[in-house]
């Protein structure tokens, strides 16, 4: 294959955000969103509508503000993630041109109780989450990524927790257990979810005494991860469209065109190869009915010096090696024959009864030699 026909060059498939708004509640994060999607709806000139997954029950308070932007918005009350893959489907589609979930913390919520129900559990254990997450990323991180089209999502926010370490005395014995600390802030949904988007905001409602003694709240939105590197970072009190327009005015000036997709589909990755591990039986059995003829010949486990070289002549004779990895590493049909080949030299074998060595020196193998490995 030529690399041309490899490879295409460097442009983007068309032109399309998506963003996450993470926040406890009263954070701002679903008008923050909102204002956020009506601006680049209308910078992207989009036409068709925008569909809102709302399990939040905060859609409502949103008709005023899309009828006074003239977008239509059309709304969905659900905690499936069968829905929201169902309207990614609509976004690829084309039929309606912004997805906004509010939001996926429900969605996930939803995909935990449903895995617990399913396989009657009353706790998620280790094993559990190892099942779990991974079918969470299958099931709704990738096929989000794959998704062309505008996506917002927003997600309530939850804690850290760190253990501290705990005290021990001069011999080692904890003497008191570490305890349980915050340490930092997240979305409430699996692992890297958020960090999926291109754009990552984190909203905080931020109160504070002004100098004439009035109490003032902020909206504060904090740029967590910006893609196009135009306000990664940067911190906006009471944001509003504006404040993020630099990376949808990036998007949109990046060339359009078609990327180069998947060359092969070919499974590279180590699976149950049961072909494989009849081969390694098939070998296994061979080598067994080889070291059986050695002890039929009572040269199973030699014990004076005379037979331990007698054996290792043998051995080199028949393989051509005295190395048992190497002769391990031989296949079962190769392995078949030179048994053939062992069997046949000891019944000529048995028959010495004199210098052996000899014998074993002036074997004729030349047969053998058609199967050399």
Known sequence: MKLTDFATELVSKNNFIKASFGGFQGAGKSRTATEFIIGAYKDMKCKKPILIIDNEKGSRFLIPIFKKAGIEAIA?????????????????????????????TKIYYKFVRDYKAKNRKSFMALNDWGKLLPAWQEEFSDRFVNTDGNIVFTGRGGFEYEKEEDTKDENGVVVEKGSFVKSGIKMKIAGETPYETD????MQLEKEIT????????????????????????????????????????ILGLPIGDVAQESTNVNLTPGNDFDYYER???????????ESLFELNNLGS??????????????????GTTSKTEIEKMDAAQL????SE????????????DDKISFIESYNIAKEQLFAV
């Open 76 to 104: 969905k009350d659900t905690t499936s993630l069968a829905d929201v893959i169902q309207a990614f489907d609509f976004i690829q589609k084309g039929e309606v041109d912004f997805l906004f979930i509010d939001s996926m």
């Open 199 to 202: 754009l990552n905001i984190w």
């Open 211 to 250: 100098k004439d003694g009035k109490p003032k709240q902020l909206n504060v939105a904090y740029v967590l991860k910006d893609r196009s590197d135009t306000i990664n970072g940067k911190i906006f009190e009471m944001p509003k469209y504006k404040s993020f327009k630099p990376i949808i005015n990036f």
């Open 280 to 290: 390694l039986t098939n070998r296994k059995i061979e080598i067994e009915k080889i």
């Open 302 to 319: 030699p014990r004076s010096a005379e037979e331990k070289k007698i054996k290792t002549m043998i051995i080199q004779k028949i393989f």
């Open 336 to 339: 078949n024959f030179k048994r």
């Open 342 to 353: 062992l069997d046949s030299f000891f019944n000529a074998f048995s028959t010495v009864d």
